[in-house]
């Protein structure tokens, strides 16, 4: 496991800053572990895991060596200071529910100059740690970017902090493992609709793989 922080890829200062303290506190209070790096992408792509907490965000950027993009509530960028410093994080302003075509518009945008952008297609988090259905939007926005998903598996953070508990309960074990690239192209010969549905069930599958591995004592190299 390398320290993303400690990438040659190029970031911004106060990127590559909040990644190496991002890293710190994670390694610190919830004994951080990272599987996968191996399939580092290099191009356009969403990272798609399951969400069950506040820390997932946290857990997803820290772990990946190359700055990634979010979409945060519009009104955080209206408070004082809190906007700016979201915005050198690359956070761009949410504007409507996920589903609508602005935001839509929004991502494919990021996706067709090469960003990468975190995304948790189940919509919302988890009530027990259970992966929820993906919702099929994640499938059309790689449809129009022609780029790729990177699934990914988080785990500890439910029992870190789960959307039940105000607060987190440190020493747990949290971390992510990043699974084989899924590619538009494998899909792109069939109808719109089926490939949608297709490349769903693939990611779908691809985290479950990816959290059997981890349960099955994280050995080799994930699916």
Request: net charge positive.
């Amino acid at each position: 496991m390398k320290a993303a922080y400690k990438t040659k890829r190029k970031m911004s200062c106060i990127y590559r800053f909040v990644l190496w303290f991002s890293w710190c506190f994670l390694r610190l209070f919830f004994r951080f572990r990272v599987y996968g790096q191996e399939h580092y992408y290099d191009g356009a792509g969403i990272i798609a895991a399951n969400h069950a907490s506040y820390l997932d965000p946290v857990v997803l950027s820290s772990a990946w060596p190359e700055e990634v993009h979010f979409l945060a509530k519009e009104p955080l960028f209206k408070i004082f200071g809190l906007g700016w410093f979201i915005r050198k994080l690359n956070s761009h302003p949410l504007k409507g529910t996920a589903n609508d075509l602005g935001v839509i518009k929004q991502i494919c945008g990021l996706l067709k100059t090469g960003k990468k952008v975190i995304l948790f297609p189940e919509g919302q988090r988890s009530y027990d740690d259970k992966l929820l259905p993906i919702k099929p939007g994640v499938a059309l926005l790689v449809s129009k970017s022609n780029s790729a998903i990177i699934p990914a598996y988080i785990f500890g953070t439910f029992e870190a902090w789960s959307r039940n508990r105000s607060f987190p309960s440190f020493g747990k074990k949290v971390g992510c493992v990043f699974g084989t690239p899924i590619k538009w192209a494998a899909f792109s010969h069939l109808d719109k609709r089926e490939a949608q549905e297709a490349l769903a069930k693939t990611l779908t599958d691809a985290i479950h793989a990816l959290k059997t591995w981890y349960e099955s004592g994280a050995k080799g190299s994930p699916p």
